[in-house]
């Protein structure tokens, strides 16, 4: 999953210290996408909703 770095969702696991050493940054949507990653459905909503419209039933 990739998001925004400001994510309430995010901040909010990585405050109870869950996702920090399994963290990666991507310069673009596209090169994150490209790597097998989803948009966040939290900071993302949008985003997120056209890439379940695309997934195969």
């Known amino acids: 999953m990739y998001g925004r770095l ?14 920090v050493r399994h963290r990666v940054f991507f310069a673009d949507e ?6 097998g990653y989803r948009p966040c459905a939290v900071c993302l909503p949008t985003r997120h909703r056209a890439w379940r419209a695309e997934e195969p039933a």
């Open 6 to 19: 400001d994510c309430p969702s995010a901040l909010r696991h990585i405050a109870r210290g869950h996702h």
């Open 30 to 35: 596209t090169t994150a996408t490209a790597a």
